[in-house]
């Protein structure tokens, strides 16, 4: 099992810079492929970074250059971390973390808002 709670989000205005942090507890030897999903309102969950255990990482075309996602571990957690940089209000919604260990199992957290707005 594994355990996932994000932070970092808030209200930024058009242009501002946001850090979502996401950190990951339990049974963290079984995590394969992290990433960050997003759902803005009225709309369905879409795949904004994604970073696999070999260090590869990919972007939505609509984030790609401004978004950045990076992985930590620390003190048997570990973290995804991603930075917004320009944000628009385009990047307004909740922000999933999500895990999928060797298992095939998919773990979800829940959810920090981001509102880009002036």
């Known amino acids: 099992q594994v355990q996932l709670v994000e932070s970092g989000g808030g209200l930024v205005q058009p242009g501002g810079s946001l850090r979502l942090s996401c950190a990951a507890s339990?049974?963290?030897?079984?995590?394969?492929?992290m990433s960050w999903y997003r759902q803005a309102p009225e709309k369905g969950r879409e795949l904004v970074a994604a970073r696999t255990s070999g260090g590869t990482t990919t972007y939505a075309d609509s984030v790609k250059g401004r978004f950045t996602i990076s992985r930590d571990i620390a003190k048997n957690t570990v973290y995804l971390q991603m930075n917004m940089n320009s944000l628009k209000p385009e990047d307004t919604g909740v922000y999933y973390c999500n895990v999928n260990d060797y298992g095939a199992r998919g773990y979800w957290g829940q959810g920090t808002q981001v509102t880009v707005s002036s």
């Open positions: 339990g049974s963290i030897f079984s995590i394969n492929h």
